[in-house]
């Protein structure tokens, strides 16, 4: 299996944070987690990643709140965007060239094909 890219993860379920971490980890080159929805998607502008995966069930941000964020604050050079939400919650997000959106629940192969692959 490819190793994976370097992975910012903006997911404020500790559970799931975990389930993301196992997943990810051994097949990345880097997993940064942050538990906190704003701090983390701050955290793209301070420092580099291939990948940003936001994890739509945030307790400080709404959907729609998160992606304007991001815009407040752009990632570092130029990462891919992942947002994982139910189809209610990824549905306000504007469709932009270069973001995917993964409709919950998912697959993990999804994911992990997402990220090796691009697509």
């Known amino acids: 299996m490819n190793s994976l890219p370097r992975i910012l993860l903006v997911v404020d379920d500790w559970e ?3 389930r993301y971490e196992d997943k990810l ?3 990345s080159a880097s997993v940064e987690a942050w538990p906190l ?3 983390g998607l701050k955290r793209a502008a301070e420092a580099e990643f291939d990948w940003i995966l936001v994890d739509l069930i945030l307790e400080d941000l709404t959907p729609t709140e998160a992606h304007a964020e991001l815009g407040a604050h752009p990632p570092v050079g130029s990462p891919r965007l992942i947002y994982v939400g139910s189809p209610a919650e990824i549905q306000d997000i504007p469709e932009e060239s270069g973001i995917k959106k993964l409709n919950r629940p998912f697959e993990w192969t999804t994911l992990l ?3 090796e692959h691009g697509n």
């Open 113 to 115: 094909r997402m990220l």
């Open 25 to 27: 980890a051994p097949r």
């Open 37 to 39: 929805g704003r701090e």
């Open 16 to 18: 799931a944070l975990e």
